[in-house]
């Protein structure tokens, strides 16, 4: 049985992988921190054609995580496909952000992925083969003013992408990143009209993009298709940069 775990499975993101994955065959673990309510409701829904579990993990909590991931293992066994896209946003002046919140957003966006990733990953080399899939933001590639440490930590990301994609690849397993543009989910409702309209004339393709466009390229990176690339950041942002 093909398993995938999904980390911030139950947000608008990695809800529509969950389902996508589920509709490609996979179990699916649908990751959550607090979003327990939701969690369930899809992990039911995807139970009507398939096997799913829910799956509590704190990003910031490397206990957390290694619970969780024996949770996994128990269930589900060897997880054929891991989506880092858990993660958390913080707008604001750089100067004015606490310790405590810079330390926050850098566990939630990076560090809970590499440790996860890792316990996936010693798995994934002992049955050679896996999907590592991190699902990062076009503002880690250029950076954007008042999202200092959440572009610092997307960067983070695609740096651990291309280097952790040539470190497994003798062993059969590919890493990829997918750069996230501006997409139509609750992480970004916090967003006036004004500045929606503001973000979209900038985007060729006129428009925010859906959860499932995403879903879609992450599943395609998941095929046997797809065997052939590793270590590579795939835009998917309309255009946009």
Not at 9 to 16: E, F, N, R, Y
């Amino acid at each position: 049985m093909r398993s995938a775990i999904v980390t911030g499975g139950a947000g608008g993101i990695g809800s529509a992988v969950c389902r996508r994955l589920a509709a490609d065959g996979y179990a699916v673990a649908v990751g959550y921190n607090k979003s327990e309510q939701e969690a369930l409701t899809l992990c039911e829904e995807l139970r009507k054609s398939g096997t799913a579990m829910v799956l509590q993990l704190d990003l910031t909590d490397p206990a957390s995580l290694l619970a969780a991931y024996r949770r996994f293992r128990a269930e589900l066994g060897v997880p054929e496909v891991l989506v880092n896209n858990g993660g958390a946003a913080h707008i604001g002046i750089f100067t004015d952000m606490s310790d405590s919140e810079i330390l926050n957003l850098i566990n939630t966006d990076l560090t809970g992925a590499v440790l996860l990733t890792r316990h996936a990953a010693e798995d994934m080399v002992r049955q050679h083969r896996g999907r590592i899939i991190n699902i990062s933001s076009v503002w880690g590639v250029t950076g954007a003013s008042c999202e200092a440490v959440y572009s610092a930590a997307k960067a983070g990301l695609i740096g651990f992408t291309k280097a952790l994609g040539k470190e497994l690849g003798p062993s059969g397993i590919t890493v990829n990143c997918i750069a996230a543009g501006l997409i139509d989910t609750k992480m970004n409702s916090c967003l006036t009209d004004e500045d929606k309209s503001g973000l979209i004339s900038e985007i060729p393709a006129g428009r925010m993009g859906s959860p499932e466009e995403i879903a879609s390229l992450a599943a395609y990176l998941c095929s046997g298709e797809a065997a052939y690339i590793n270590a590579q950041v795939i835009g998917c942002d309309g255009g946009w940069i």
